[in-house]
């Protein structure tokens, strides 16, 4: 009876550590979360050497981990989206905002990085009330605040989120917002 319960509780302490070896194995190591910038007043140029009469130049801007920066401009608006370098077909579409966007003076994007490699960016982005008078819907005089915008890129899409500018360490936030979501 001693040597099947010496097997026995040997048995259990060996069952024990590959559990145990197993379940440490599984949970994957944190990821290390940093962040790197686009300056807009500096990292951005013309997207093509000429356009077309009567047409806006759109912008190609510094990215990471093979995306960029594209800005271009319809009637009142600066559209600003991530792209992926060699596949068009891979555009996040970031924010739509006024005319000279990339040109306000101390203009970032933030990107979100994992273990080194991008998967969101954070810009700042300024909300207006609705234009009654026909004139451009980004008119000073309808601001009615600013955030910061969180969005994923391809394989995070489902990190979507804003932080009020307004919000004591609102940066911090919208890092903690896009950091909490990466899987």
């Given amino acids: 009876m001693p040597k099947i319960k010496s097997a026995f509780i040997g048995l259990t302490v ?3 550590l590959c559990l145990a070896t197993v379940g440490n194995a599984s949970k994957a190591p944190a990821a290390k979360f940093t962040s790197a910038y686009t300056d807009l007043n500096k990292d951005c140029k013309d997207a093509f050497k000429e356009v077309g009469e009567g047409q806006d130049m759109p912008l190609r801007c510094k990215g990471y981990g093979g995306y960029y920066l594209y800005i271009y401009y319809s009637a009142w608006a600066s559209h600003i989206n991530a792209q992926m370098r060699g596949n068009d077909d891979v555009t996040i579409s970031l924010a739509m905002q006024e005319l000279g966007y990339s040109d306000a003076k101390g203009r970032k994007v933030e990107w979100r990085m994992a273990d080194g490699k991008p998967f969101a960016v954070i810009l700042r982005v300024s909300h ?3 234009s009654t008078d026909g004139n451009s819907p980004f008119d000073e005089k309808l601001k009615t605040g600013e955030s910061l915008v969180v969005k ?13 500018a307004k919000t004591p360490d609102a940066n911090v936030k919208a890092r903690q917002l896009a950091d909490s979501q990466y899987k």
Avoid: A, Q, R, T
């Fill in 14 to 16: 060996i069952l024990s």
């Fill in 152 to 164: 994923g890129l391809k394989g995070y899409e489902h990190i979507d989120g804003s932080v009020d």
């Fill in 128 to 130: 207006y009330k609705e």
